[in-house]
């Protein structure tokens, strides 16, 4: 797959396996079943050869009716996946809404009293509903 498939990015030129290569290897199959196995596979568009063969070694050897190897490599690598996002978001988000909470009050509101107390006072005292009384 790594030598015969496509090779768009760098690091498929340098032998590892991309989704490209993995689509054109599996021609014909359902690509939402060729998605779901890479996605199992790692946790990117590239996967380390070696670590792409031993997971598919498993999942081929795998003799449970509910595939429960790829049930649980997949789960892995959606759960990763998505508790990064969760945790980059975390990181900014109090940054990034804290400089558009304040931006919008002291442009839109400047005279609202809560503007001292934020995020807090959206949902406390003065209360994000007394707003439009402060507007210019």
């Given at each position: 797959?790594?030598?015969?498939?496509?090779?768009?990015?760098?690091?498929?030129t340098?032998?590892?396996?991309?989704?490209?290569?993995?689509?054109?290897?599996?021609?014909?199959?359902?690509?939402?079943?060729?998605?779901?196995?890479?996605?199992?596979?790692?946790?990117?568009?590239?996967?380390?050869?070696?670590?792409?063969?031993?997971?598919?070694?498993s999942?081929s050897?795998?003799s449970?009716?509910?595939?429960?190897?790829?049930?649980?490599?997949?789960?892995?690598?959606?759960?990763?996946?998505?508790?990064?996002?969760?945790?980059?978001?975390?990181?900014?988000?109090?940054?990034?809404?804290?400089?558009?909470?304040?931006?919008?009050?002291?442009?839109?509101?400047?005279?609202?009293?809560?503007?001292?107390?934020?995020?807090?006072s959206?949902?406390?005292?003065?209360g994000?509903?007394?707003?439009?009384?402060?507007?210019?």
């Amino acid at each position: 797959m790594v030598e015969k498939g496509p090779k768009p990015n760098f690091m498929s030129t340098k032998g590892y396996l991309c989704y490209d290569s993995f689509v054109d290897a599996n021609k014909g199959c359902n690509p939402l079943t060729i998605r779901a196995v890479f996605d199992a596979l790692s946790t990117g568009d590239n996967v380390s050869p070696d670590v792409a063969q031993t997971k598919l070694d498993s999942f081929s050897n795998d003799s449970s009716s509910d595939f429960s190897v790829f049930k649980s490599e997949l789960l892995k690598t959606k759960l990763a996946g998505f508790s990064s996002i969760a945790f980059l978001l975390f990181l900014l988000g109090p940054i990034t809404g804290s400089t558009c909470l304040e931006s919008f009050v002291k442009g839109w509101a400047p005279g609202w009293p809560g503007s001292d107390n934020l995020p807090w006072s959206l949902v406390l005292e003065p209360g994000i509903w007394t707003i439009p009384e402060y507007w210019n």
